[in-house]
Structures are given as structure tokens and as C-alpha cells.
């Protein structure tokens, strides 16, 4: 999980679901990943070590900041077995890293107290933890 940086002009000081962007103009959507991860926190994995698990249309009307999102969130996979305090973190966008197990996010993320510290992305980090589910019983 990531805490999103107070200069930021959206859910500034909010937690969220590590590393996300967009994708630049011209770029595919796992080199926009690859680029994501490098950036905001310092990791350089290989194309072949991001496991696409899923790509879901999103469309948010996002009031606090006068913003319609229309977007298509591909969803990746990987695994980093280090400290946290090895992520090297880009300060515009991120406060703050964490590892949280899924039990508990779900936890979080179910009780509206809690919730409130988070991005609002509703039913998008149900299915997105449904989707981890899946791809982890492959395993």
C-alpha cells in the first residue's frame, strides 16, 4: 500500500493500492506499468516478472476535484520479497509504503470508519482482491 502525497490533486493523504499511474501516449499499457513502479518506488522488475491478472473499465465521477475518470485499470501482479525500506519512493506522489495482508485491507476496507483512510474505489478493491485470490490458488 501506498499513502498518497498531500501535494497530491486527488485523495491527497489517502492509502492506496500500490503503484499506479497512466499510461503516457504511445506507451503500452505494461510499459506505463513498468515505468509506475520505477518511478514512484524505486523498483526495476522485467516485463516477464509483471503478472497481468485482470483488466476492468472504470468510470468515477470524482466530485472533490470536478473530475469524470473514464479508464481501463490493467492489473498486475508481482512479487517483491525485501523490507519496505528498500523501496525508494518518489516524494511528489508517495508519503509512505506498507505491506498489508489481504485479510486485513479487506478488513480495512469493510468498515466504513476505516475505509475513509483509503481512496475510494468501492466495489474496485473487492474485485481486485478477488482477482489476487484467484491468481495466488494457481499457485
Same mark, same amino acid.
Not at 12 to 40: C, F, M, N, Y
Not at 62 to 69: A, D, H, S, V
Given at each position: 500500500?501506498?499513502?498518497?502525497?498531500?501535494?497530491?490533486?486527488?485523495?491527497?493523504? /489517502?492509502?492506496?493500492?500500490?503503484?499506479?499511474?497512466?499510461?503516457?501516449?504511445?506507451?503500452?499499457?505494461?510499459?506505463?506499468? @513498468?515505468?509506475?513502479?520505477?518511478?514512484? !518506488?524505486? !523498483?526495476?522488475?522485467?516485463s516477464?516478472e509483471?503478472?497481468?491478472?485482470?483488466?476492468?473499465?472504470i468510470?468515477?465521477?470524482?466530485?472533490e476535484?470536478?473530475? /469524470?475518470?473514464?479508464?481501463f485499470?490493467?492489473i498486475?501482479?508481482? /512479487?517483491f520479497?525485501e523490507?519496505?525500506?528498500?523501496?525508494?519512493i /518518489?516524494?511528489e506522489?508517495?508519503e509512505?509504503?506498507?505491506?498489508?495482508? @489481504?485479510?486485513?485491507?479487506?478488513?480495512?476496507?469493510?468498515n466504513?470508519?476505516?475505509?475513509?483512510?483509503?481512496?475510494?474505489h468501492g466495489?474496485?478493491y473487492?474485485?481486485? !482482491?478477488?482477482a489476487?485470490?484467484?491468481?495466488l490458488?494457481? !499457485?
Amino acid at each position: 500500500m501506498q499513502l498518497r502525497s498531500k501535494i497530491k490533486d486527488s485523495h491527497p493523504g /489517502q492509502w492506496d493500492i500500490s503503484a499506479a499511474g497512466h499510461v503516457d501516449s504511445g506507451e503500452t499499457p505494461l510499459k506505463g506499468a @513498468l515505468r509506475e513502479i520505477w518511478e514512484e !518506488i524505486g !523498483i526495476k522488475p522485467s516485463s516477464n516478472e509483471l503478472k497481468l491478472i485482470e483488466v476492468r473499465k472504470i468510470s468515477k465521477y470524482q466530485p472533490e476535484i470536478g473530475w /469524470q475518470n473514464n479508464e481501463f485499470s490493467y492489473i498486475y501482479l508481482y /512479487q517483491f520479497d525485501e523490507d519496505v525500506t528498500k523501496l525508494k519512493i /518518489q516524494e511528489e506522489e508517495v508519503e509512505k509504503m506498507k505491506f498489508m495482508s @489481504l485479510k486485513k485491507f479487506e478488513k480495512e476496507i469493510s468498515n466504513p470508519e476505516t475505509y475513509k483512510k483509503y481512496v475510494p474505489h468501492g466495489e474496485h478493491y473487492n474485485k481486485t !482482491i478477488k482477482a489476487i485470490r484467484e491468481e495466488l490458488s494457481k !499457485i
